[in-house]
């Protein structure tokens, strides 16, 4: 199995990148791969009409490191474990690395398709955020 650290760098403050990459709610705005909307459902983050059917997303607790590692529970139980990072670049700026792991029995093509998904989605994440 294969994995890819996809990258891109951000002209924002690393906390004001961690804070709107971090919330949930903004996830239809630029992870494509979650669908067009989520909601809090008994505490717990609901993607209803993402591409893989209904989804539950959990991020890593806030913290001070700009972990933003996320778990996606897919409609047939299983979990997908999801590292994101945003690595401060000086005081305004930031780099924001998403980790693609291709899973037990993904086709290479289907893990490709995944992380030129995963690169699209960075790229409308820093397009929304140098935008202000």
């Given at each position: 199995m294969e994995s890819l650290h996809l990258s891109t760098?951000?002209?924002?403050?690393?906390?004001?990148?961690?804070?709107?990459?971090?919330?949930?709610?903004?996830?239809?705005?630029?992870?494509?791969?979650?669908?067009?909307?989520?909601?809090?459902?008994?505490g717990r983050w609901i993607a209803a009409s993402s591409p893989m059917g209904r989804v539950e997303v959990t991020f890593a607790p806030r913290n001070p490191y700009g972990v933003l590692d996320h778990e996606v529970r897919l409609p047939?139980?299983?979990?997908?474990?999801?590292?994101?990072?945003?690595?401060p670049d000086g005081p305004d700026a930031c780099e924001v690395v998403f980790t693609v792991r291709q899973r037990a029995g993904e086709s290479e093509a289907d893990f490709r398709r995944d992380a030129a998904a995963v690169e699209k989605d960075l790229a409308t994440l820093k397009r929304l955020l140098e935008r202000g």
């Open positions: 760098r951000i002209e924002r403050p690393a906390d004001e990148v961690y804070a709107y990459a971090g919330d949930p709610a903004q996830l239809p705005a630029w992870a494509a791969g979650l669908g067009g909307s989520i909601e809090l459902v008994d047939g139980g299983e979990t997908v474990y999801n590292p994101l990072r945003v690595i």
